[in-house]
């Protein structure tokens, strides 16, 4: 009785034991998470439309749960995308500088920079102080040139070449006549030589520019008197020929003075006319020999450089 009531607890205790050790020798199991309630299903978004300029992007369907990003900001249109484009800069000279002015131009008819221009003159030459009591207003003609080292300086070298004439006035030709003991009808001077001025150019426009020039030079002076004699004899005219009067000039007296030291300064205005030639007008006082009191001229000339 005593085998059989052990047998049967030892039984029991191995039944009741048996879950136990399964439950202990089974691996962790994560902790379970709280249920969630059911979500809608989210409906597949439709394909858009492919994009086309200045238009939105799509929108979602409604109800769908996908996230979207806000739309981008519009900004205004670009000033100069809508403006017309500018025009091209005009061109323009720049202001005066301490530069040659050939070089500060841009205008394809105003002046253009060359190291050596040539030029010829002509006009009135005006006897100033004393020397207007003895000679009437001459002529002058020259040529010559001017030359320029640097296109960064306003400056340059100018050569002349000059010849003058004047007529005798009634005092001359009286003092000739008590010099020479004989009667004294015309006289006439003549003046030639050469000076060289630096030129200091003052531009204005790119067509207008003024200069200054002083200098000095070497002229020389011949001086002819002259005297009239009539004579009968048989003459001819746009009438018929016969008996008459005919006059001959001679040479009274001729005498040439030497080389002479002369000064002189002036101011010229020149105008463009192209990107080579142009036209000047100009005006110098020029004394020679300053112990000779008679020497004393103003020449007015125009003429073309180029």
């Known amino acids: 009785m005593k085998m059989e009531a052990r047998t049967s607890v030892a039984l029991l205790l191995l039944v009741v ?10 691996p962790p199991q994560p902790d379970a998470q709280a249920p969630q309630p059911p979500q ?22 409604a109800g769908s749960t996908v996230p979207q990003s806000p739309p981008p900001p519009r900004y205004p249109p670009s000033q100069r995308s809508q403006s017309p484009p500018a025009p091209p ?12 002015s050939e070089t500060s131009y841009t205008e394809d008819n105003g002046f253009h920079y060359h190291p050596f221009r040539f030029h010829i003159d002509g006009g009135g030459t005006i006897t100033q102080r004393s020397s207007e009591n003895y000679y009437n207003n001459g002529w002058n003609v020259g040529a010559g ?15 002349d070449g000059t010849y003058n004439e004047f007529n005798a006035r009634n005092l001359l030709l009286q003092q000739a006549a008590a010099t020479y003991m004989t009667h004294v009808d015309s006289g006439t001077q003549k003046l030639w030589g ?16 003024g200069y200054l020039l002083a200098g000095g030079g070497w002229y020389r002076q011949q001086t002819t008197f002259r005297q009239t004699n009539w004579s009968s004899g ?21 005498y ?4 002479h030291f002369a000064r002189n300064a002036g101011l010229g205005l020149e105008f463009a006319m192209g990107p080579i030639v142009s036209f000047f007008v100009e005006a110098r006082y020029m004394r020679i020999n300053p112990n000779n009191a008679k020497s004393d001229f103003l020449p007015i000339r125009a003429g073309l450089r180029f």
């Open 17 to 26: 034991s048996a879950p136990a050790v399964a439950q202990n020798t089974q």
């Open 40 to 61: 809608p299903a989210a409906q597949a978004p439709q394909p858009s439309p492919p994009p086309q300029q200045n238009t939105q992007p799509a929108l979602p369907p």
């Open 89 to 100: 800069p005009t061109r323009q000279y720049s202001q005066p500088q301490w530069a040659h």
């Open 145 to 159: 040139f001017t030359w320029y080292p640097t296109s960064h300086l306003p400056l340059g070298v100018r050569v």
């Open 194 to 209: 050469g000076d060289v001025d630096l030129e200091l150019d003052l531009h204005f426009t790119p067509y207008v520019r």
């Open 234 to 254: 048989y003459v001819c005219d746009w009438w018929g020929c016969g008996p008459g009067y005919f006059g001959t000039t001679g040479i009274v007296a001729r």
């Open 256 to 259: 040439n003075t030497d080389w």
